[in-house]
Each structure stands twice: as structure tokens, then as C-alpha cells.
Nanobody, 123 residues
């Protein structure tokens, strides 16, 4: 498994932007599908975005969020624009099984998780 450390969360007003980062350990980062999930209080963890050779998004994030990766830095990013109060949650970075060319939206498929970073959007 790979070790993941998220950063970049914080408090922002509605309409603002944040960029989350997730730094990964190991030398095979480029072979992992990487994803962002989020979990609001009292709710299940939900898919936000994922990237491998391509990227996919949850419908509610399309056009507002952008996932990207820098394989040279072993880092995946989530650029979040036009933030809404309903985006408030703990955001988690996840890595899939090494070398699998699959982009999944389900939590069970991902093997490694970060500790999470809090994003709070005020109205």
C-alpha cells in the first residue's frame, strides 16, 4: 500500500476556491488510479473525482472541480472552484491497486487512504 498525506483544506466563503494536495510515497505512483472522496457529518463517504489515463467526476462537481496529477512529484491535486456550503466535508485522497488501469467511483475498490483534510464553506 501507498502512504497518502492530504493538505490544503480550510475555511472559505461560498464562491471561493481551494486547492487540495495529496502527496504519495513510493516509486510506482504513476501506475495508481488516484481519487478524491468526501464525507460530510452524518453522511456516507462519496466519490468526488478520480484520475488515471483520464479523469472522471461526480455529476455535482463537473465544471467546478478539476483533478490533476504530477507524477514527478508523486502528488495529486483537486482544484475546487465556485465552492458551495454543501461542499463542506472532510476530503480524502485514495489510491487504487498498483498497476490497475481502472477508474472506479466506489470506496471499496481503493486500497490506500489519507487521513483527510477538512473543507468548510461558509454562506
Amino acid at each position: 500500500q501507498v502512504q497518502l498525506v492530504e493538505s490544503g483544506g480550510g475555511l472559505v466563503q461560498a464562491g471561493g476556491s481551494l486547492r487540495l494536495s495529496c502527496a504519495a510515497s513510493g516509486r510506482t505512483f504513476s501506475t495508481y488510479t488516484m481519487a478524491w472522496f468526501r464525507q460530510a457529518p452524518g453522511k456516507e463517504r462519496e466519490f468526488v473525482a478520480a484520475i488515471n489515463w483520464s479523469d472522471i467526476y461526480a455529476d455535482s462537481e463537473k465544471g467546478r472541480f478539476t483533478i490533476s496529477r504530477d507524477n514527478a512529484k508523486n502528488t495529486v491535486y483537486l482544484q475546487m472552484n465556485s465552492l458551495k456550503p454543501e461542499d463542506t466535508a472532510v476530503y480524502y485522497c485514495a489510491a487504487g491497486p498498483v498497476g490497475r488501469r481502472v477508474i472506479s467511483t466506489t470506496t471499496a475498490w481503493y486500497e490506500s487512504w489519507g487521513q483527510g483534510t477538512q473543507v468548510t464553506v461558509s454562506s
